[in-house]
């Protein structure tokens, strides 16, 4: 009989009756074939495989990773609250050692949503990787935490909200943004001045396989996690880099993406994209379900299946090796690259813009952070969006030290924009005033 | 009048009903290895002095199948699969001829590869030759198609005439489950149909006409005839005797608990407002996962005769049980000895159990009374534990919708029902306890047997429509249909109704009194690039388990 090697945690939630609009990829149909392959290979009841119902995150484990603008309220539905939810419940049962690995296939997705939230963007509004990461570093105490994202896109928002913290290593592998949204993701985005090469972006070019990109897990992704030693590891898994996938160019496989699950071994994947719901998703999801609970995946693969077609080019092999080989060896010089880029300013100061493709707001940022060698820093953003909001987001992340966080405080203490939010999660206060 | 058997491991009980009223009833010992005469035993007892006419219907409730598979007296099966991409089928042998075949279905019955017929014809033969006469035909997915199952059947049919498909069994998804259900079908008909065929001539015998029911696993019973071609439903019959007859004592507007506390386990189920809590995606027998539909029920090792030892300076009680009470003769205290010593119990030998309380309390160094109180406190604090974490657990089952998130039904039990030996007991026990009113149920030695001549006929019915490919299946109804690429979600609602009438029809159901339950109603708008390419709809209907007289 069948039986799991890793005692393995899976919520699954379709949310079959929640879409952004019914036409649109993020629809309640997208986990339906998944649901019926998963349960009809009664993955469920194999022993080692245990099903948990999501729970509901709380507004204070959102605002640990977010300002939303206004409120909450009008940036999530209780879809958000409950996805999010589905990757707490299985961060939970990790934490408490119940399960050795979890898996949230859970939808609405959340890789692109920001620090602040004025809408969707790339059909996320709530970052539910960052609101679990948040929850298991304030409630379970954990430290050094790596997120290796294998969407199709770039997880830009990820990214956002762990830009300037050093305790998160956050790895991205995608397609070229030059080819796809959101257009980021290049070598050279590597994490604000106090966590300067803990933003690893790989950028992989159209038409991918199977052999180009697990070359890359095991020779990029590997040694830097290796090195980095994180006390967890988190899979954003996207699976949109399907040889199928209507939006996307890659031709990565269901084989592919059960053995990139034991290859890079991590401890939970929660499920981001993949819209090519009847020709993937199915098998791509038991695969990683199977490759997770440590069982033989074989035989799962999709019924066009021919790695003759989807063969690698030399040619984008050559071109991959080369990416990783400069993502290496910005890793290796990490240490020296923060006078090099940034200087050495007390506080660094950015602006930039950003758009929302999903609601169609533009967003405009401009942030302080403070420079510190003991902390991520304390982070303020002047936010305002041609919604017409004007805010200002104070943020001292949970692994603050005494003088950002009494920097932070001053800031908040003189701010004066429409909103203005403090959210300070080494002491889980969260206050917010009006001018 | 109603005649009511449970057939259990020990006893049968027997009870002959006038309007709900108990008349006679009988218990006798279970004669293990011939049930049929335990049966027959009891209805003799029962119809002694009554004209046989008069008698309206009789359900049986029997341990036949359970017993089949405990002891492993099944007939040999041959297993054919066909699979396609997912699992390898291989880690699903089950019977003692095991083969995958070509052949594959998508997860909207669509053919992915053909079968081969000339495999199967050859295959046919070989099991043949090897003497195995019970066949379990089983395709993944063939709850969406059955076509597969169906064309191996015809070249099987020229060989054999026992065979068995898998999506007669269940439009649930659960290839695993349904090859082990099918095989279960197969491997128990053999027996199964003797006794059948030996209650059949009985009833003949003793010119008793009405129909003969038999109890399934979820409480409802179905007609005797029909049992032949799905033996395995009425596995676990027994438990679910005892909580059909509880539900007279429930209370219809709040949710109950149901415990049967016997000497070694105390079984538990749940009624929510007076209605049984059924696992529909089927149980585990054996630590097999099989779809047969049953009453959520969950066993502990505690009871009134659970062994009683001291540990570490605390005392345990259970899960084992090594023999009755001293009281009655056994040799370690338990809790029934704990109850005859503080005078709750008016029998066996008080001596005896007052040394087996001795045992316990001289190493902990308290008196007798505090050892015999803690004794019942442990034990029923084990069975309280156990309810709440089932209550937890049915409230923590997964859901797939944010409505069933946000609005599904949570069960908030107001009362406890306790059948069996000691209930009276431990009634005020686990009332005091749990802070919930617990209430033994009268009759109880017999309220199986009368739980049992009650019961109603239930019945499901799935119905799965695909507009796009303008088919509709309902596949345990042998129900296939073309249907317009119009064809809505109320057009099937409408046809899984018609079917679940007719189905409970057939099954002996009183038409005027039918109550139906949506189990499953969906529609989904299959979109294909930015248009809408037709409708998956997916309904499933049920006639609820209840008793006649409602």
């Known amino acids: 009989m069948l039986k799991a090697k890793n005692k393995t945690g899976l919520v699954f939630f379709p949310a079959f009756d929640w879409a952004i609009d019914p036409t649109h990829p993020e629809r309640e149909e997208r986990l339906l074939y998944t649901k019926d392959q998963v349960f009809e290979e009664g993955i469920m009841d194999i022993e080692g495989i245990i099903e948990y119902k999501p729970l509901k995150v709380t507004r204070n484990e959102i605002n640990r990773a977010h300002f939303c603008v206004p409120d909450i309220e009008s940036v999530t539905t209780n879809s958000h609250f409950i996805s999010a939810g589905g990757a707490k419940a299985i961060a939970q049962k990790f934490a408490q050692g119940e399960i050795d690995k979890g898996f949230a296939l859970v939808r609405p997705p959340g890789h692109h949503a920001m620090r602040v939230v004025h809408g969707g963007r790339g059909f996320c509004n709530i970052n539910i990787e960052a609101v679990m990461i948040e929850y298991l570093r304030k409630e379970y105490g954990y430290r050094k935490i790596a997120i290796v994202d294998t969407d199709c896109h770039h997880g830009d928002g990820t990214q956002d909200v762990y830009w300037h913290d050093p305790d998160v290593l956050f790895i991205s592998l995608h397609q070229d943004g030059r080819t796809l949204y959101p257009g980021s993701g290049f070598t050279d985005e590597l994490g604000g001045p106090n966590a300067c090469g803990y933003t690893l972006n790989i950028p992989l070019p159209p038409n991918t396989s199977e052999e180009g990109y697990l070359y890359t897990i095991e020779n990029c992704v590997l040694p830097v996690l290796e090195e980095f030693k994180p006390d967890i590891i988190v899979n954003s898994a996207g699976q949109d880099n399907h040889y199928t996938d209507p939006i996307t160019n890659m031709n990565f496989t269901a084989q592919g993406y059960a053995k990139l699950t034991t290859l890079l071994n991590p401890d939970i994947a929660v499920l981001e994209g993949g819209y090519s719901i009847e020709a993937a998703l199915p098998y791509v999801n038991a695969g990683i379900i199977l490759a997770m609970a440590g069982i033989d995946y074989s035989k799962v693969k999709e019924p066009d299946y021919s790695p003759e077609k989807l063969k690698e080019s030399a040619d984008t092999m050559k071109y991959i090796k080369n990416v990783c080989e400069k993502v290496l060896a910005v890793w290796d010089s990490r240490n020296d690259l923060k006078k090099k880029i940034y200087g050495n300013d007390p506080i660094f100061k950015t602006k930039r813009n950003i758009m929302y493709d999903t609601d169609g707001i533009y967003e405009r940022q401009f942030q302080h952070i403070t420079n510190c060698d003991k902390c991520g820093g304390a982070l303020k953003i002047d936010s305002e969006s041609d919604r017409g909001w004007k805010i200002t987001g104070i943020h001292a992340p949970v692994n603050v030290c005494e003088k950002c966080l009494l920097q932070a405080e001053k800031w908040y203490e003189t701010s004066n924009s429409e909103i203005n939010y403090f959210h300070d999660n080494k002491n889980d206060r969260f206050e917010r005033k009006k001018h | ?550």
């Open chain 2, 1 to 550: 009048m109603i005649i009511g058997i449970d057939v259990g491991g020990t006893h049968t009980d027997g009870v002959l009903l006038s309007e709900d009223e108990i008349v006679k009833s009988v218990k006798i010992p279970t004669k293990k290895d011939n049930l049929y005469e335990s049966v027959i035993t009891a209805i003799d007892s029962l119809i002694e002095n009554t004209d046989p006419s008069k008698i309206k219907r009789t359900v049986l409730s029997t341990t036949l199948t359970t017993n089949a598979v405990v002891q492993k007296k099944t007939s040999p099966v041959a297993v054919i699969v066909s699979a396609g991409p997912g699992i390898d089928p291989e880690f699903y042998k089950t019977g003692d001829y095991y083969c995958v075949v070509k052949g594959a279905l998508d997860h909207r019955g669509r053919e992915l590869a053909s079968l081969d017929e000339q495999e199967i014809r050859s295959i046919s033969e070989e099991i043949k030759k090897n003497g195995i006469k019970n066949i379990a035909l089983i395709s993944k997915f063939s709850p969406r198609n059955p076509s597969h199952e169906n064309q191996m059947e015809k070249i099987f049919s020229s060989n054999f005439r026992n065979i068995f498909k898998g999506h007669n069994v269940s439009g649930h998804l659960n290839f695993p489950g349904r090859i082990n259900t099918t095989w279960l079908n197969a491997a128990v008909h053999d027996s199964y149909d003797n006794f059948f065929r030996s209650v059949n001539e009985s009833f003949i015998e003793r010119k008793i006409k009405s129909p003969v029911h038999i109890l399934k696993a979820d409480g409802g019973t179905m007609p005797l005839s029909q049992s032949v071609k799905f033996p395995a439903q009425t596995i676990f019959s027994g438990p679910a005797a005892s909580v059909m007859g509880a539900i007279p004592c429930a209370d219809k507007n709040t949710d109950s608990i149901i415990l049967d506390i016997g000497g070694t386990t105390t079984d538990i189920a749940v009624l929510a407002k007076g209605v049984p809590v059924i696992a529909q995606n089927g149980i585990k027998i054996q630590n097999i996962k099989t779809l047969i539909r049953a009453i959520e029920t969950r066993s502990i090792g505690a009871g009134g005769d659970s062994f009683v030892k001291v540990e570490n300076s605390k005392i345990s009680a259970g899960p084992e049980r090594k023999g009755p009470a001293m009281a009655f003769g056994g040799e370690f205290p338990t809790p029934t000895d704990a109850f005859v010593f503080l005078g709750e119990i008016n029998d066996g030998d008080f001596e005896k159990a007052k040394k087996g309380i001795e045992e316990i309390a001289t190493p902990l160094g308290i008196s007798m009374e505090e050892a015999a109180e803690q004794i019942i406190d442990i034990t029923a604090k084990n069975i309280v534990d156990a309810f709440t974490e089932m209550i937890s657990d049915i409230n923590n089952k997964p859901v797939y919708t944010l409505h069933d998130f946000l609005d599904g039904y949570v069960l908030n039990p107001q009362s406890i029902l306790v059948l069996g030996g000691p209930a009276g007991v431990f009634a005020k026990r686990i009332e005091k306890l749990s802070g919930i009113k617990t209430i033994p149920v009268e009759n109880f030695s017999i309220a199986n047997a009368k739980g049992a001549a009650m019961a109603k006929p239930t019945c499901t019915v799935t119905l799965f429509a695909d507009t796009a490919q303008k088919k509709a299946y309902a596949v345990s109804e042998n129900y296939e249909e073309s249907i317009p690429s119009n064809y809505t979600r109320e057009d099937a609602y409408a046809k899984a109704k018609a079917l679940l009438y007719a189905k409970a029809e057939k099954m002996g159901a009183d038409m005027k009194n039918i109550e139906i339950e949506t189990i499953e109603d969906m529609s989904f708008n299959m979109i294909r690039g930015y248009r809408s390419s037709g409708k998956n709809i997916r309904i499933t209907l049920q006639v609820r388990p209840g008793l006649v007289s409602e």
